[in-house]
């Protein structure tokens, strides 16, 4: 029986100076490496692949088939590039994971890239996390001064260069092929696949790109087994996950647990909805997942039980809104995020989402009718699978969820004029008991 | 005289589409495939000669089964999904997802379009509007919800010839991925983000592309205009007559757009073969020069020293009799003569006056390079621009392709960017054609050629039997230079072509406007061949002795051995010597000028009679590669005759007065079917002869420092069938002086960034001087590289010869 | 010095000192492509510059031997990068809709009104621009104002006018789970990837962050094998 929360990236977070290289070697730090240099590149894998390992950045492909993927007889060179752009509204893990504890992505890093046979591999960051880059600069540069990384890493006749890269505020970056644009001094916008990037990624080489808290979960599997990492979690989803809450709860913050924890529990662990108030709707893993309602709380997160539940497991960004909240405005300012955000390349998002936003704006303000809904509706069809990437995707994802389950909460904005909420009652600052 | 690439096998995948079988080659795209059974998929990003970008979405179809039994979940874009076995496509005509889906995005691409059809140019051809016709819904839901547009500011110039209008742009990208991938001049790029995008150029770099029409021209909607055609006329008024390049040897197929008697606008036209789907912005721009106001229209003779306007039988007779009093008399001809008129002047050299001092090389030249073009170009037809896709090396000698043969340029720069073909330029600097299409320069300073070729025989330049060798008009400047081209040819078994720059240059030595050919590539010094002509021609005998050339016929005209002159387009600046030219026009007993506009032929001459341009009259021109490309009269105007026309009526004249006979046409097809029923000679090809070097020449006293003088010209300049286009001439680069960092520091002191300041050198050879700005280039020492004619009268006649000396001094601002 | 690349001629005019032309180059090399360098590149021009100017641009250009619409193309397609000069304080308040709802949107009023400028705007003694930002992943701290692209977590109005307050009279302010705070300019030198010496300030979490960590060592959870091995060394 697993507990209920099972600190393992989070696990050294509260260690004094934790990102040092000296209080992570202290408790065991790079010590996976040893462990995989005396294995083979093809049996890290094989040890990720059985782990059950699914990205963590929000899609769940499996981690070692991913690299599996890579060829092998390419003979350019291979790289690894960590999806550190952590951006998609909501999700707020790997920002605290590499603040606290950059050296567990930096081992996984070496791990990961020597199981790919990468010799250069990249940490893409998103620029807006100034004290972040620092410390993951501080701590490549420790781990190139400790001969964790460079030339022939602990004697391994392994060598690896890592480069931490700052993007420049770009959303879209998240995607992976619009990443490796960015890494390439390119306008971030998505590339056709195929080629995928694991045949024609970065520099038109075979590219491996994965999510921040992925690559960080590698040395642990190394160092524990692939059997202790898929002995938690459920069926089809193994392991453990940082579920980050956010919103309307009382202790919101980083829980990191088995797949399959629900959000009733979590909330639980968080000491309940903000007082006097009760959960509304919540996004299962960032605004791009459809929004649920309180009749899923106890859908198991893990990505087959919120995927029947009608939206995705993603990036397990619990933001939880309570009935103080206008479901209309939330719903607005996520569209104009995704409009802000949109990169422009394909015609439904670029188009659509200026169009949205327009529509949606009306309603808010109680203007047009109930064929606003509708109009709604089909934009979204029209653009959802229309668009060139998944951006498009997402910006439909609130507004049809929405539309769903709170059909009626959009008409009020009519009858009512306008919005019928008190936006300072939702506030954090709000007084306590102050309602709608 | 062209050959047709062998066909390979290609392997074929059979699909269905809306429930039609076909089978195309593998790789085929399914809005390709699509094509094959009828069915226009709707698209804009989509253009089979620019990678795939699948950006506009418009050509989403629905495919139930992608050949392995599953179908896609969502309509797929068909310009970016490659055909599989037995996979089944549903389109718009089939389907209601994929129909759906397209209106979908049609409706997308409309909200924020400002729907101005009515006053904008593309309106009436515009891919926008035909597709919102066929596959987009009546009203918009956006309009009538009241949406708000996204508004610019009005067009903005992103260049002297090329308008943006941002609110038409749906932003498809074929204008900047063309100028990246096809031109390399990634001057328009995508800036912004998300509904803001725009194509943009950079605030202090215009969008100056040798090619930039081609993206007007694709651009699927009305958010590119050129500052010539906007706002000249309605498509539906406009009558289009496929054309012919005339501007350089490529050929490249153009659509010509007029209305009542005028061009309104030249098109590239779709040659798979030449050009493509693109030509430079001179043969699309530059065809005002015809209808400029110094135009020639009637005949004119000189009488008591003045030209007078006279009857087209009296100016043919003047002419007859003028020559014959003259005494020996010779003709000139440009480089832009149709192969048509060229045999015309070539028969009517041998037939009217008797002569072999022909030579239609108004330019430098030089006897080896008759005998370069007798042995190695007449009748070849060796390589063609596919060829240059499939050859592992291609070598340029004396050759800048983008400024001298912009559509080969494009075709070389394709071959480069695959990444199969190495381009190896033997020229003074790595130009910045050199540097797109990945080439590798073989330094040579002007002189020095010969040396260079010989050593590109090593094997690290790889010429091996797959290289083609191509050749260009101007190593002719060094003596040598062409027999060690045709030596490494024979030596490494590479083929070899020759590019003249000029579109008339390879018809006329097809056509025997040479002193030692006659038509269809017969060696003059051949008796046979004299003998065959001869009696295709109906005379007893034509002269045997090999001609003047060009040079020669000025110097005999200075010096009283020659007295009549026949100069059919030429410019006296693009001579090797136009003082010398205009000195033998002023010695000569006689001159008749066939020309289009009034010239300084034209002013001095005796009798000056007016050629219809290539808009008048039907021609053929013969490209660099052999290929015939004959084009018909785009105007039927009767009053403009083509210079065969003009020359058999004077023939006619001569003949009347006991001289040879008519030349026995009147007509462009009179003189094809002669020029057919005559034939290629069969026999065999005259050895290359090099003959003996040129004098020295003097060296001249100098006030500076002293330097070889290497030159052409650009694609853009002041030529005179440029005349009459100010945006494109304001398109054209700026002319500049070239020289090694250490030349330069060596005249100018050492090299230092200076912002803001720009030096400049005052250049000076034997014929004048020109102060231009300098360009540090990487470069042989000792060499000054200047535009031939973006200055003044040119390099010829105010500066120097190519490849002579001049010296160098630092000028003030 | 004037040159050929791409036809444009004279860039090397613009105006940056030798310093940044070597460092630009510095940052160009560190890749196996010098155009991966771009973006950092740009952060280095920002904080030269206090924003992306066209000496920037055109050295960059230079520099990569890409065009200047190229370079144009990628500085204003990312958000961070700036056409008008920002203040020495770039204050950014998210509102993204999880700390609008949780109190962004007033706190962007509030400080809109107390500095008197608009959305992209300097205060007139050119200290502070005020942006609202999106989300910038730090929900679990709601609402949440960056100042320098540091945060500042759990915002009230009145704490993010002490903030503007505090930075316009000079007087030091500390990220709320970081270090000092330093001026755009130099955090844009840390972004172009020179780092600064602030590394080991602040803490390694907030609170938020030790949120479940803190139930799991109360209640004694743990996954097993992988904290094992950091028996007894945790608080």
């Keep these: 029986m697993t507990d209920t929360l099972t600190p393992v990236l989070t696990d050294n977070w509260d260690a004094d100076r934790a990102w040092t290289l000296a209080s992570y070697e202290e408790r065991g730090g790079y010590a996976a490496l040893d462990k995989a240099f005396a294995m083979t590149p093809d049996d890290v894998i094989s040890t990720v692949k059985d782990s059950g390992l699914r990205g963590r950045g929000g899609a769940g492909f499996p981690t070692g088939m991913k690299w599996g993927f890579i060829p092998q007889d390419n003979p350019r060179p291979k790289y690894l590039v960590v999806n550190a752009d952590e951006s998609e509204p909501g999700t707020c893990k790997d920002i605290p994971l590499m603040m606290a504890s950059p050296h567990t992505l930096v081992e996984g890093v070496i791990v990961s890239s020597y199981a790919i046979r990468a010799n250069t591999a990249f940490i893409y960051v998103r620029g807006e996390v100034l004290h972040v880059i620092r410390r993951l600069q501080r701590a490549v540069q ?36 619009a990443l490796l644009e960015g890494l390439e001094g390119r306008r971030g916008q998505p590339r056709l696949r195929p080629p995928f990037p694991a045949v024609a990624g970065l520099y038109a080489s075979p590219t491996v790109i994965n999510n921040v808290e992925s690559i960080a979960s590698v ?50 662990l968080a000491g309940g909805m903000r007082e006097g108030h009760e959960l509304k709707f919540w996004t299962p893993g960032g605004s791009s997942t459809p929004l649920l309602t309180p009749e899923h709380l106890d859908v198991p997160l ?118 019928p909420f008190d936006p300072a009652a939702s506030t954090a600052f709000a007084p306590v008991g102050a309602s709608a | 005289m062209t050959t047709t690439p062998e066909r390979t096998e290609v392997e074929t995948v059979t699909l269905t589409i809306d429930g039609v079988q076909v089978s195309v080659p593998k790789d085929t795209l399914v809005i390709r495939a699509a094509e094959q059974v009828g069915v226009q998929i709707p698209r804009f990003c989509d253009h089979p000669l620019l990678d795939p970008v699948g950006a506009c979405r418009q050509c989403l179809v629905d495919i139930p089964d992608a050949g392995n039994g599953r179908g896609f979940p969502k309509p797929q874009a068909s310009c970016t999904l490659p055909v599989a076995e037995g996979m089944v496509v549903n389109t718009q005509a089939t389907s209601e997802v994929a129909d759906k889906a397209q209106q979908g995005v049609m409706e997308f691409l409309l909200i924020n379009h400002p729907l101005d059809c009515p006053v904008c140019d593309k309106g009436g051809e515009c891919p926008l509007q035909n597709q919102a016709m066929s596959n987009g819904r009546g009203e918009s839901r956006f309009a009538e919800r009241g949406g708000i547009k996204r508004t610019f500011p009005k067009p903005i110039n992103i260049s002297a010839q090329v308008l943006l209008d941002r609110e038409r742009c749906v932003l498809c990208a074929r204008c900047t991925r063309f100028s990246e991938q096809v031109a390399g001049d990634p001057f328009i790029a995508l800036a912004e983000r998300g509904a803001l995008q725009q194509v943009a150029i950079y605030e202090r770099e215009p969008y100056e592309s040798y090619f930039s029409g081609n993206a007007i021209q694709i651009c699927p909607v009305g958010a590119l205009t050129s500052a010539d055609y906007r706002f000249r006329s309605r498509p539906f008024d406009l009558v289009s007559t496929p054309g012919v390049a005339e501007h350089d040897a490529c050929g490249a197929a153009i659509r010509i757009d007029h209305r009542r008697g005028k061009v309104m606008r030249r098109l590239a036209g779709n040659d798979p073969e030449v050009n493509e789907e693109w030509i430079s912005d001179k043969d699309r721009f530059a065809f005002r020069y015809a209808q400029t106001a110094d135009r020639i229209t009637y005949p004119q003779v000189r009488e008591d020293g003045e030209l007078r306007p006279a009857s087209w039988t009296e100016a043919f007779a003047v002419a007859a009799r003028g020559l014959r009093d003259a005494g020996a008399a010779a003709v000139l001809t440009g480089g832009r003569l149709t192969a048509e008129d060229a045999y015309a002047y070539a028969k009517f050299a041998r037939v009217s006056l008797g002569t072999n001092d022909i030579d239609f090389r108004a330019r430098p030249h030089s006897a080896e390079e008759a005998s370069f073009l007798a042995s190695h170009v007449a009748l070849s037809g060796d390589v063609t621009y596919a060829d240059l896709e499939a050859a592992p090396v291609v070598v340029l000698l004396g050759l800048e392709p983008e400024d001298e043969a912009a559509t080969l340029f494009l075709r070389l720069r394709k071959a480069a960017r695959r990444g199969r073909t190495q381009v190896v330029s033997v020229a003074p600097y790595a130009s910045r054609g050199l540097t797109k299409m990945n080439g590798r320069l073989v330094p040579a300073a002007p002189g020095a050629e010969v040396e260079v070729i010989g050593s590109l025989k090593d094997a690290e330049h790889g010429v091996s039997k797959d290289a083609v060798i191509l050749v260009g008009e101007r190593l002719a400047q060094t003596h040598g230079a062409l027999s060690a081209a045709a030596e490494l040819a024979a030596g490494t078994g590479a083929r070899i072509a020759w590019v003249p720059r000029r579109a008339g ?53 200075v010096k009283g051995d020659l007295g009549g002159l026949v100069v059919g387009g030429v410019d006296p600046d693009d001579t090797a010597d136009p003082a010398a030219f205009r000195a033998a026009l002023d010695a000569a007993g006689f001159v008749v000028s066939l020309e289009l506009r009034e010239t300084d032929v034209t002013r001095v001459a005796d009798v000056v009679l007016p050629v219809a341009p290539v808009t008048d009259k039907a021609g053929t021109f013969v490209t660099w590669d052999g290929r015939t490309r004959s084009f018909d009269a785009v105007f039927a105007n009767p009053s403009s005759l083509p210079d065969l026309r003009v020359l058999s009526g004077i023939a006619d004249e001569i003949a009347a007065i006991g001289h040879g006979r008519p030349l026995g046409f009147r007509t462009v097809a009179e003189v094809r079917d002669e020029m057919q029923s005559l034939g290629p000679w069969d026999g065999a090809r005259p050895a290359l002869d090099a003959g003996k070097p040129p004098k020295p020449a003097k060296a001249r006293k100098s006030g500076g420092t002293a330097f070889a003088l290497a030159t052409w010209k650009q694609l853009v300049d002041l030529g005179s069938m440029q005349d009459g286009e100010e945006h494109l001439r304001a398109t054209a680069r700026r002319p500049v002086a070239r020289l090694s960092r250490a030349s330069y520091e060596s005249v100018l002191g050492m090299l230092e960034a200076q912002p803001g300041s720009e030096q400049l050198v005052t250049v000076t050879g034997d014929r004048g001087s020109v102060t231009l ?17 973006s200055f003044g009268r040119g390099v010829l006649a105010e500066l120097a010869s190519p490849g002579s000396t001049v010296t160098l001094k630092g000028a003030a601002q | 010095m004037t040159s050929d690349i791409n036809g444009a001629e004279s860039l090397e005019r613009a105006g940056l000192d030798e310093t940044t032309w070597a460092e630009l180059r510095e940052i160009a090399d560190r890749y196996p492509e010098k155009r991966s360098g771009l973006l950092p590149m740009l952060h280095l021009v920002q904080s030269v510059e206090g924003r992306v100017t066209p000496e920037g641009i055109e050295a960059c250009a230079e520099i990569l031997g890409i065009s200047a619409a190229e370079v144009n193309g990628v500085a204003t397609f990312y958000t961070m990068y700036k056409r008008k000069p920002v203040g020495d304080y770039h204050v ?41 930002v999106e ?39 500390h990220s709320t789970r970081g270090p000092r705070l330093c001026t755009w300019r130099e955090a844009e030198r840390v972004l172009a990837g020179f780092p600064d010496d602030r590394a080991d300030e602040g803490p390694a979490a907030g609170p938020a962050s030790l949120a479940g960590l803190s139930i799991a060592r109360e209640r004694g959870w743990t996954a097993g094998a992988a904290s094992d091995r950091a028996e007894g060394e945790s608080k």
């Design chain 3, 135 to 173: 989300c910038n992943a730090a929900c679990d701290y709601a609402p949440v104002m960056m100042v320098n692209w540091e945060f500042m977590d759990n915002q009230t109005p009145e704490s993010a006018v002490q903030v503007v307050d505090d930075l316009r009279a000079g007087r030091e302010v």
């Design chain 2, 505 to 557: 240059d390879r018809g006329a030595v097809e056509a025997g406007a040479l002193p030692n050919l006659l038509p269809g590539g017969r060696p003059l010094t051949e008796a046979s061949a004299r003998v065959d002509v001869g009696a295709a021609w109906g005379v007893e005998s034509l002269p045997a002795k090999v001609g003047r050339d060009g040079n020669a016929i000025v110097a005999a005209l």
């Design chain 1, 302 to 419: 893990d990505f087959e039980s919120v995927g029947a539940a009608g939206s995705m497991l993603g990036t397990r960004a619990l933001q939880l809104f309570d009935e103080t909240t206008c479901v209309v405005r939330a719903v607005l300012r996520w569209t104009e995020f995704y409009k802000h955000e949109s990169c422009g390349k394909c015609t439904p998002c670029r188009e659509g989402t200026w169009w949205l936003t327009q529509t949606l704006a009306r309603l808010e303000k109680g203007q047009g009718d109930e064929a606003d809904l509708d109009l709604l509706l089909d934009q979204c069809d029209n653009i959802l699978g229309r668009s060139f990437c998944a951006l498009g995707d997402g910006a439909t994802s609130p507004i049809s969820s929405s539309i769903q389950h709170f059909r009626d909460e959009y008409l009020a904005h009519l009858t009512h004029g306008g919005c």
């Design chain 2, 773 to 789: 700005p300098v360009v540090v280039a990487d470069m042989p020492d000792g060499v000054v590289w200047v535009p031939a004619r």
């Design chain 1, 219 to 268: 040395p642990s599997i190394i160092t524990n087994g692939a059997g202790w990492f898929a002995g938690m979690g459920t069926e089809k989803s193994n392991g453990f996950g940082i579920f980050s809450l956010s919103g309307h709860v009382t202790r919101p913050g980083q829980y990191e647990a088995p797949l399959g924890i629900t959000l009733r529990e979590l909330i639980d």
């Design chain 1, 142 to 177: 420790e781990a190139y001064l400790a001969g964790h990384l460079g030339k022939n890493i602990h004697g391994s006749g392994y060598d690896l260069d890592l480069i931490v890269h700052a993007g420049a505020g770009a959303y879209i970056c998240g995607e992976e092929t």
């Design chain 3, 92 to 132: 950014g308040v998210c509102t993204n809709t999880l700390c609008a709802v949780m109190g962004g949107d007033l706190i962007f009023e509030r400080l809109k009104d107390h500095l008197d400028v608009g959305n992209d705007e300097t205060t007139e003694d050119g200290k502070i621009t005020l942006e609202h």
